[in-house]
């Protein structure tokens, strides 16, 4: 027994139509499997965020800074610093030879640094944290 199966290409083109065996038929779909496409994922690109580094401002030990003009620098020119801390970080200058007196980010340890070292102070070059 004869299947016509018939295609049409286009709209403007005529239908063909095929005679084909129906034993015929039957092997071509049982051997031809139908393969959906493998769906690839896309690759993304993630941002990373990295905090910005920080940065240590020093302030070194030397002869002629007095004790209340390294501890008045202090209070006016890095923020919130209180007048027992003040005091704290000029005496461990002065028996350790340097403390840190800020940590953060780069800017604003060079505007600090700027400041005291305008004053007079002794300044260590800025490090990263």
């Known amino acids: 027994m004869t299947v016509n199966t018939c295609f049409r290409s286009a709209a403007t083109t005529p239908t063909i139509c095929i005679g084909i065996d129906r034993r015929v038929m039957s092997s071509i779909t049982a051997t031809t499997a139908v393969t959906t496409p493998v769906r690839t994922p896309k690759t993304t690109q993630r941002t990373v965020r990295k905090p910005y580094p920080n940065y240590k401002v020093i302030v070194l030990d030397d002869d002629f800074n007095t004790f209340q003009h390294v501890s008045h620098c202090l209070m006016t020119y890095v923020p919130n610093m209180n ?47």
């Not at 200058?93 to 940590?103: D, I, S």
């Not at 340890?109 to 070292?117: D, G, P, T």
């Open 83 to 129: 007048p027992d801390r003040a005091w704290e970080l000029t005496n461990q200058v002065h028996f350790e030879g340097a403390a840190t007196v800020w940590t953060g980010p780069l800017e604003q340890a060079e505007f600090y640094h700027m400041q005291l070292k305008r004053e007079g102070l002794t300044m260590a070059p800025l490090e990263a944290a």
